[in-house]
């Protein structure tokens, strides 16, 4: 077989294993997985990115021209994450209630568009002593004694996340307002701030709940 013959052969041989393998391909989340079962608070989904091919980010969330971008780290103590490390948290969470995932936004917005699982904690709860404190206690596992102080022994861990990089709602639950959980005592180490939020989530195809309006 001449050398050119040997080429075309290999050639061809090649092509067809890439369009094989181009045929097997999927969008993943990691390496090797499409996709994640869950059942998070009573709420069963299958996790996963959109698959197909093309898809734009919703409406929601394709403009600029808002907020200020927030700071990488929201105060000494707390831990910033991203999307692997918050489903990683999302899948503890389905069997250890010591983890809580918040969405710190406005009820609006967290029926237009939502992270499956998440509870609904909106941040303007903190605007007052006493709907911070109920905030806590029913959602956080924080306990006021008898004497009005604070109980953060049994106090959850905190997966916060609002609209995104430009959005001040969680910056306003964790350190902003003006019964925000810092300022309450609430442990720095115990909150987790996924900055990058629904712009950032959304922008990856991730699975979401809402009306998408």
Known sequence: MTFIKKLLLTTAVAGIFSVTATAENFVPISKGVKSIKMNLNDEEFTLMRNQTKGNKITPLYDTTDRGAPQPMILAPGVETVGELEFIEYMKKAQTDKNIALIDSRKPGWYARLRIPGAVNVPYTNFNEEDSAVEMMEDEMGVVQREDG?????????????????????????????????????????????????????????????????
């Not at 995104?164 to 609430?186: D, E, I, R």
């Open 149 to 213: 102080t604070l109980d953060f022994s049994k106090a959850k861990t905190l997966v916060l996340y609002c609209n995104g990089y430009w959005c001040g709602q969680t910056p306003g639950m964790v350190k902003n307002s003006k019964f925000a959980l810092l300022k309450m005592g609430y442990p720095a180490s115990k909150i987790k701030y996924y900055r990058g939020g629904m712009q950032a989530w959304t922008s990856l195809g991730f699975t979401v709940v809402g009306s998408g309006k």
